[in-house]
C-alpha cells in the first residue's frame, strides 16, 4: 500500500485591506507554495494579487482572509479568498479602451477552474484551483 504524505494546513493569512495586502498575500503564497513542494508560483501569485486586489478596491471594510491548500482529489492547489462582500465579481468582457476589469478574464484563461461560495454567516469566498 503506497504512502500517504498529508501536508499540513497552514494557518490563513488574515489581512486589512490596504494598499499592502496583495504583496502580502502573494509573500504568504510563495511561503504556502514552498511548503507544498512547488517549483513554479507564478501563475498562484497573480491569481492571489487579482483576488485580494478585488477584496480591497471592491468590499474595503473588513478582514481579507487567504487560505492556501491542496485539492485531496487532483493535483491542484487551491487558493481562497474570504471577503466580508455578498456582491459577487463578474468577469468583464473583453475591450479595447477599458483600462481596468481584466483580472478575472485573465484568471480564467490561466486556472484550471474558479468560483464564488456565497456564505451563510456573510460575505464569500472566491477560489481558484491552479495546476502544482
Same mark, same amino acid.
Given at each position: 500500500?503506497?504512502?500517504?504524505? !498529508? &501536508?499540513?494546513?497552514?494557518?490563513?493569512?488574515? %489581512?486589512?485591506?490596504? =494598499?499592502?495586502?496583495?504583496?502580502?498575500?502573494?509573500?504568504?503564497?510563495? =511561503?504556502?507554495?514552498?511548503?507544498?513542494? @512547488?517549483? *513554479? *508560483?507564478?501563475?498562484?501569485? !497573480?491569481?492571489? &494579487?487579482?483576488?485580494?486586489?478585488?477584496?480591497?478596491?471592491?468590499?474595503?471594510?473588513?478582514?481579507?482572509?487567504?487560505?492556501?491548500?491542496?485539492?485531496?482529489?487532483?493535483?491542484? &492547489?487551491?487558493?481562497?479568498?474570504? =471577503?466580508?462582500?455578498?456582491?459577487?465579481?463578474?468577469?468583464?468582457?473583453?475591450? *479595447? *479602451?477599458?483600462?481596468?476589469?481584466?483580472?478575472?478574464? %485573465?484568471?480564467?484563461? %490561466?486556472? @484550471?477552474?474558479?468560483?464564488?461560495?456565497?456564505?451563510?454567516?456573510?460575505?464569500?469566498?472566491?477560489?481558484?484551483?491552479?495546476?502544482?
Amino acid at each position: 500500500m503506497p504512502a500517504i504524505i !498529508l &501536508t499540513p494546513e497552514a494557518p490563513p493569512l488574515v %489581512l486589512e485591506p490596504s =494598499d499592502e495586502a496583495p504583496a502580502k498575500a502573494r509573500r504568504y503564497l510563495i =511561503d504556502r507554495f514552498r511548503e507544498l513542494g @512547488h517549483a *513554479d *508560483d507564478f501563475v498562484g501569485r !497573480l491569481v492571489v &494579487t487579482e483576488l485580494v486586489t478585488n477584496a480591497y478596491k471592491h468590499v474595503g471594510v473588513g478582514h481579507i482572509v487567504v487560505r492556501i491548500f491542496p485539492d485531496m482529489r487532483e493535483p491542484l &492547489t487551491v487558493i481562497e479568498v474570504w =471577503d466580508e462582500s455578498s456582491a459577487l465579481p463578474v468577469v468583464q468582457g473583453e475591450s *479595447d *479602451d477599458a483600462e481596468g476589469g481584466r483580472g478575472l478574464l %485573465l484568471i480564467e484563461q %490561466l486556472v @484550471h477552474d474558479w468560483g464564488v461560495r456565497p456564505l451563510n454567516e456573510e460575505g464569500k469566498i472566491t477560489w481558484a484551483r491552479c495546476a502544482r
